[in-house]
């Protein structure tokens, strides 16, 4: 009996347990415990706003004007200088030094607006009329950016091209300076690891870096510090000058690029060839990377209405530069979409008796809040707003509110700064035509004050 | 003269031995003249028992009194004595004299007027044949000996006539010795009484003498004579009074000056005391001890009394005590004498351990070769890096700074409790004290055959079979759980695996011995160190075990103590003063995110998804994914349904627990999940389950081994079957660090650039802002001090959030503006906060857009900081350094009592421990008698009985049957002293023998 017993309760201990154990397992599988979770609560920390600094191109510059000093760098007369503020603020204005130049340049200002609520607009003209450079150059003070990408320039027979490196910080800055040309990238050590010493401007030839490269596509990125840069281009066509641009940076390469403003002049100059002639109207076109990319630019007028329409291929790495072709005058907008990043400028020409001069169009990057143009005097400044996106933007320019339709683009001639005030993202660009001098540039926004952000201290 | 005798009998409580004892003397042969009666705090019956017998006076007090006390009540209540010849006997409730007792007590004063005492033979209440008593002496020190405890009576002691002293029971004293001396000294209780009585009387040049023919018979009650019971409350009182008396007689007997040695000496001796006593494994002692110091020292036995009274009656000097007492070597040959009576011949103990027979050192040895194999590449490592490592600080005596409660230097630097794994990595630091960081390459690759050896010693306390034994070792080593922590590199869930067993094999055995008990406490502290989750389920097991132990919850009821003493100070400020009671289970060490996993996966005893790398394996093979979804739970099913049959087999008890160990433990995985208290950066991660599911696999395995050995040796199949499948499931796991999966890997100990390390070689106190993009576009700040992270130095109260390391936002100001374009000025907020150095973590590839994002941000916001230089890109990342010089920041240095209090406890703590868990003879000897499993099927499994003993050596011994050298002193005139040489006994017996054996 006893072992029967033992038997018996070892095997209902047995089950027991066998039981209790399958209800913790089912209880596990089944029933949801409470969670515990601890939650961090990071500070949100809003950085005390910057200074605004724009920093201007400065002279334009000419290399070898003493046949004895091949590479010397010479300004050419002072550039003209307007800067406003939207709230009347004042500006102060410093100069860098150009030791390339030499010590008694006059080198670019730098304009600083102190921190507060209002924004700063400002930008630069130089006409000049030499032998070997003649034409307007007008650009505006931007601030500064650590990675650029210039759709300008040609180191081809009598065009000269010089990237400015201007650097308004107090720390030294190293720039790389890549090209790539209508055959892809060109491999130069030159280009790399330029220091451009705090408070300088240094000029680089093109020349130096991409010789004899007809459409090139200089991508400038430093380190160590923010820069602005410049690719001053001037031609000549046999012992005539043709023309001189200060060209500033393109919008970032990516998929969808808008080049406002793109006027096609009145004087367009004869050309009897069918090869490559850079009087032309033009879309220059680069792809960084790997793949090719299929392009389409859409040619739009002032109203929005297509005018005209590229599809190109453009090859892995290598510039294109395609004719605009079919354009009358006129003011216009290119809308491009690619499969991949892509970088794009277009340049138009205009001819006179003696000279001519051309001027760069530079993909523009939406501005959504109020800014500031004032444009320095010069002959037919006018203001571009276009819309490029899908709907309808009111726009207050100055005391004009006007309402752009998706695609348009609205004119405003300029008599001075004027504040500018959009409801939607829209892009900028201020042209400045004359009977033989034209240029232009895009407006930028200022670098964007930076977000708050969520700090967690461990 | 006529002799008088007046007897002396004392009472308390009980009346059945009273009834005896006042039996005895109305039986006299030469009957009391009168019988004083002292009834002190009686009960009624005593009282009305001493009514019905008529005896001549009865006295009754309401106090406590000793027996001293009594007979000083009762003796005042006679009147002068006469002469010489007038005598009191002294009798207690329990002292029950045979009839002629009386008779020869007196007849041995007629033959020796210069006797003042004279002492009977005292024997058992119930067994005549017993020796309780007879004569005591003290040794030359001054400690009590008495001839006699427990003896049969042959009649050994017949011919001892003068003693040193007698037992107060039945003592026969002169009325004017009485007089003279001054009676019992009234601080000495029912110990010591009649000796220091004896010792006094015969100071003052009387004698001593036994009478061996009068019998008393005593019981033991404790009014005279010590107390006999055996209750735990009697033997600390014993103890006590026995201490007491030692200590008073010794304060009392010195000469002045050395009286006052004695006295300054007595609570540093009684500390010196306890600590052997702690190595003698009778901690229960200690108290006794301490508060016999303290009673004697502060006068409780009115010392200087007493000596006066000693000076009074004292005629003779000391000198002529000297023969009687025990030299120390006789005594030392007296408790030989004793040890060697006490051997059992033929005893029957626990077998050998088989461990080099019975394949364990075999197992260990592959485990090694194993590991060796696994590891290779990081044998030349000097330090491991990846996963949870940290290097360790490069100084011993840093890692012990880096312990209990004071400046913890990680972060801003705080004063706060340190977490108790920096204990653990100071114990392993010093190991390797020319280079701490690499006791952690050599836990790595010495990992597994430790594994193999704990789960081997463990499973000896379920089998003794070397079968299944080295099947708990394999299954030990191969736990999926503890080889993903290798890979992952988790320290302390490594540490606290290789850790679990030998806590179960001490633990289980912890109610029987103060050495397992303590070597459990310690081990207990030392797991909970490194794995603080699971201390609720392990303080449910004690509790059970608690229970468990019955009447002997003594040795289990210690057993947290060294833990609370080594988490009291982070249970005081995360706890207590924080509130955040759910953060002490955060684990210790670097912060380690716990990958997601479910309840099944927790189920199959797998800390993470992917069924322990089996869907990988899987994948790569090209096996379809069902064969592992449905492999993988059969396989450990099986190991669990080999446990499950074990419930049903003989030996099921052992087999409820281990299960119940593994319910424990998966119930404290699945909470641990739900968990999260651990920051890693800015989010929150939970406990790691890995370490609660080596406590399910401790239950799993140890369920499959009693279960095989329940079956015995027909377990052989399921062993087999339950170790394969063990192996199969562990198999991709174990070859996760050779193919790389894993994420430790060998470095060169430094956890911050170059470039700053050397730089913080001069100035220790230099820190550098860590900022670590994170997923959400968040950015998480550091500053870590001097040359780096180390592992001591991290701290749950900085990593579970409870301490802001940034109390007034500066810290997080300043960084959200040093990554930003900014107009803050940063050089007089790095200088405040002593950071030289800014150092950007680099952002993986497949980190989100928004961490890309943050970090393009903060790289050229910090390169255009005119007031930072960028210095270069390093493997840890991209480093900036301010313009100009900062100062570091001094560590503070402060010390609190917290400081002092909590260091002491625990230093306290682990020295009790480990001097109760030193092993001494005696230990190892009743450790010896034990089985060494629990619970089996059969109580005395793995017992084997000795081999008799082969005698002709002890025989032979000549000092073994002589009488001690001070009898042959002492005698009786016409009785000749003992004297035996054993001649021709020894070959007499060994012929005998071998006879025998024929």
Redesign the interface.
């Known amino acids: 009996m006893n072992r029967q017993m033992r038997f018996g309760i070892?095997?209902a201990?047995?089950g027991v347990?066998?039981v209790?154990?399958a209800a913790?397992?089912s209880a596990?599988?089944l029933v949801e415990?409470?969670?515990?979770?601890?939650?961090?609560d990071?500070?949100s920390?809003?950085?005390?706003?910057?200074?605004q600094v724009r920093v201007c191109p400065g002279s334009l510059l000419e290399v070898g004007q003493d046949a004895s000093a091949a590479t010397a760098l010479t300004e050419l007369g002072t550039a003209t200088i307007a800067s406003s503020t939207s709230d009347g603020e004042s500006i102060e204005d410093t100069s860098l030094t150009a030791p390339d130049v030499g010590p008694d340049a006059s080198g670019p200002t730098v304009l600083t607006l102190p921190?507060g609520t209002g924004t700063m607009g400002a930008s630069q003209i130089q006409s000049v009329g030499t032998d070997t450079i003649a034409g307007l150059a007008a650009a505006e003070c931007q601030e500064?950016s650590?990675d650029m990408w210039f759709v300008a320039g040609s180191t081809d027979v009598g065009r000269t091209s010089l990237v400015m490196l201007n650097n308004p910080?107090?720390?030294d800055a190293t720039v790389d300076i890549e090209v790539a040309g209508e055959n892809g990238a060109v491999d130069s050590q030159t280009g790399l690891d330029v220091l451009v010493e705090?408070g300088t401007q240094k000029a680089v030839s093109l020349a130096g870096i991409a010789p004899n490269t007809v459409t090139p596509v200089v991508h400038v990125t430093s380190?160590?510090?923010?820069i602005q840069a410049w690719v001053q281009q001037s031609s000549i066509r046999g012992l005539v000058p043709a023309g001189v641009e200060v060209a500033g940076r393109s919008a970032a390469p990516s998929e969808n690029v808008t080049i406002p403003g793109v006027q096609v002049y009145k004087g367009q100059p004869e050309i009897d060839t069918q090869e490559y002639d850079d009087r032309r109207p033009s879309l220059r076109l680069y792809a960084p990377g790997d793949t090719a990319t299929h392009v389409t630019a859409t040619v739009r007028d002032e109203a929005g209405d297509e005018v005209s329409t590229i599809v190109v291929d453009v090859a892995a790495g290598a510039v294109g530069e395609y004719p605009l072709a079919d354009v009358k005058p006129g003011r216009y907008s290119i809308q491009i979409e690619a499969s991949g990043p892509v970088v794009a400028a277009a340049r138009t020409s205009v001819a006179a008796d003696k000279s001519g001069d051309f001027a760069w169009f530079a993909a523009a990057d939406t501005l959504d809040a109020p800014f500031v143009v004032d444009a320095a005097s010069g002959p037919g400044r006018t203001l571009v707003v276009h819309n490029p996106g899908t709907d309808a933007a009111t726009v207050t320019i100055g005391d004009d509110e006007v309402t752009i339709d998706p695609g348009a683009s609205k004119t405003h001639q300029l008599k001075g700064p004027v504040t500018v005030t959009p409801d939607a993202p829209v892009t900028a660009a201020v042209n400045y035509t004359g009977s033989s001098a034209v240029s232009a540039y895009v407006v930028t926004a200022p670098?964007p004050?930076?977000?708050?952000?969520?700090?967690?201290?461990? | 003269m006529d002799t008088r005798v007046t007897a002396l009998v004392v009472a308390h409580r009980d009346v059945e031995h009273l009834r005896r004892t006042l039996d005895a003397l109305d039986a006299q042969t030469r009957r009391a003249d009168a019988v004083v009666a002292i009834a002190f705090d009686a009960s009624d019956e005593v009282r009305q028992l001493f009514e019905e017998r008529h005896v001549d006076r009865l006295v009754t007090t309401r106090e406590q009194l000793t027996f001293g006390g009594a007979l000083a009540e009762g003796e005042r209540t006679l009147d002068d004595p006469r002469g010489d010849d007038d005598f009191l006997w002294l009798l207690a409730q329990d002292n029950a004299p045979r009839e002629d007792a009386l008779g020869l007590l007196l007849a041995r004063f007629e033959t020796a007027p210069s006797a003042a005492v004279a002492g009977p033979k005292l024997v058992d209440w119930n067994d005549d044949s017993r020796l309780r008593g007879i004569g005591e002496t003290v040794t030359t020190r001054g400690t009590t000996v008495p001839f006699v405890e427990d003896q049969l009576d042959q009649g050994q002691y017949d011919t001892l006539s003068d003693v040193l002293a007698v037992g107060s029971p039945g003592m026969l004293v002169r009325r004017t010795v009485w007089r003279d001396v001054g009676g019992f000294d009234p601080a000495l209780g029912p110990i010591d009484d009649g000796l220091d009585f004896c010792i006094r009387a015969r100071l003052t040049g009387k004698r001593v003498v036994l009478a061996p023919g009068a019998v008393v018979a005593v019981s033991g009650d404790g009014i005279a004579g010590a107390p006999r019971s055996r209750r735990w409350r009697v033997k600390q009182r014993r103890a006590r009074l026995a201490r007491t008396a030692e200590l008073h007689r010794r304060l009392v007997y010195a000469p002045r000056v050395w009286m006052v040695l004695h006295w300054l000496l007595l609570v540093p001796l009684a500390i010196v005391r306890s600590v052997g006593l702690l190595i003698r494994k009778q901690p229960e002692l200690i108290a006794a001890e301490f508060r016999a110091a303290a009673w004697v020292a502060f006068g409780g036995t009115r010392v200087v009394t007493a000596r006066r009274r000693l000076a009074a009656a004292k005629e003779v000097g000391w000198s002529s005590l000297a023969n009687l007492k025990m030299s120390g070597r006789e005594l030392a040959r007296r408790k030989r004498l004793e040890r060697e009576d006490g051997v059992p011949i033929g005893s029957v103990e626990r077998g050998d351990l088989r461990f080099f027979t019975g394949g364990g050192a075999w197992i260990i040895l592959a485990a090694l070769v194993v590991g060796g194999i696994l590891f290779v590449k990081f044998v030349p490592a000097s330090t491991l890096a990846g996963g949870g490592l940290l290097p360790l600080s490069g100084d011993v005596r840093e890692l012990w700074q880096n312990i209990g409660y004071g400046w913890r230097s990680v972060g801003d630097g705080f004063v706060g409790a340190a977490d108790p794994f920096a204990v653990v990595l100071a114990l392993m630091g010093t190991l390797t004290f020319w280079h701490p960081s690499s006791a952690i390459v050599i836990l790595w690759i010495l990992a597994l055959p430790f594994a193999a050896l704990t789960g081997w010693f463990a499973a000896t306390r379920l089998t003794e079979r070397s079968g299944y034994r080295n099947l708990a070792a394999i299954a030990w080593t191969l736990s999926p759980t503890f080889l993903i922590a290798l890979a992952e590199g988790r320290p302390a869930a490594v540490i606290a695996h290789i850790l679990l067993p030998l806590l179960f094999s001490a633990g289980v055995v912890a109610s029987r011995s103060w050495g397992a008990a303590a070597a459990a406490s310690l081990l207990l502290a030392l797991v909970a160190a490194c794995a603080p989750s699971l201390v609720p389920a392990l303080l449910v097991l004690w509790l059970v075990a608690l229970v468990a132990s019955r009447a002997r919850f003594g040795r289990v009821l210690f057993i947290p103590a060294p833990l609370i003493a080594l988490f009291g100070p982070l249970v005081w400020q995360q706890g207590v003063e924080g509130g955040r009671w759910f953060a002490l289970l955060a684990d210790p060490g670097k912060p380690l995110a716990s990958p997601d996993v479910t309840v099944t996966d927790l189920l199959l005893g797998l800390p993470q998804s992917g069924y322990g790398g089996w869907q990988e394996t899987a994948s790569d093979l090209g096996l379809a994914s069902l064969w592992v979804t449905n492999g993988v739970p059969v396989l450990v099913g099986l190991v669990a349904l080999v446990g499950l049959v074990g419930l049903f087999l003989p030996g099921a008890r052992r087999g409820i627990g281990l299960w119940a160990i593994a319910a424990l433990g998966f119930a404290t995985a699945v909470v641990d999940t739900h968990i999260a208290v651990t920051f890693v950066g800015a989010e929150a991660t939970t406990v790691w389950p890995g370490t609660a599911l080596s406590l399910v696999w401790l239950g799993l395995v140890g369920a499959a081994v009693s279960a095989c050995d329940s079956l015995r040796t027909r377990g052989w199949i399921p062993a087999i079957v339950a170790g394969v499948a063990v192996a199969v499931v562990a198999a991709p796991a174990v070859l996760m660090v050779p193919l790389g999966h894993g994420a430790v890997t060998s470095s060169d100990g430094r956890t911050l650039p170059a470039y700053v390390t050397a730089a913080a070689a001069d100035e220790p106190g230099l820190g550098t802002l860590r900022i670590t993009p994170g997923d959400d576009g968040a950015i998480v700040a550091t500053v870590i001090r001097g040359d780096g992270e180390f592992l001591d130095r991290q701290s749950t109260l900085v990593n579970t959030g409870s301490l802001l390391a940034d109390e007034n936002g500066d810290l997080a100001q300043l960084t959200g503006n040093i990554v930003s374009v900014s107009g803050h000025a940063f050089a007089p907020d790095l200088q405040k906060q002593g950071i030289e150095f800014v150092l950007l973590a680099p952002t993986p590839d497949s980190a989100s857009d928004e961490a890309k994002a943050v970090a393009a941000r903060a790289e050229t916001a910090l390169d255009a900081n005119d007031e930072l230089e960028n210095v270069g890109v390093t493997d840890v990342g991209t480093l900036w350094r301010t313009a100009d010089a900062v100062d570091g920041r001094e560590p503070g240095d402060v010390r609190s009592a917290g400081t002092v209090l909590s260091l002491a406890a625990l230093i306290l703590m682990t020295l009790i421990a480990l001097l109760v868990a030193i092993p001494t003879t005696s230990s190892r000897e009743a450790a010896r008698m034990s089985p060494r499993t629990v619970g089996s099927r059969y109580a005395r499994e793995g017992m084997v009985v000795r081999d008799v003993p082969d005698d002709h050596g002890f025989l032979a011994d000549p000092d073994a049957e002589a009488e001690p050298e001070w009898a042959d002193v002492v005698s009786l005139p016409g009785v000749d002293p003992v004297s035996e040489v054993p001649s021709s006994e020894p070959e007499d017996t060994a012929d005998r023998e071998e006879d025998a054996r024929e």
């Not at chain 1, 920390?45 to 200074?51: I, K």
């Open positions: 070892r095997m201990a047995g347990t066998v209790g154990l913790v397992v596990a599988l415990p409470p969670s515990y979770r601890a939650i961090a990071p500070v920390v809003t950085p005390e706003a910057a200074d921190a500064s650590s910080t107090g720390v705090a380190t160590g510090t923010d670098k004050a930076s977000e708050p952000i969520d700090v967690t201290v461990r």
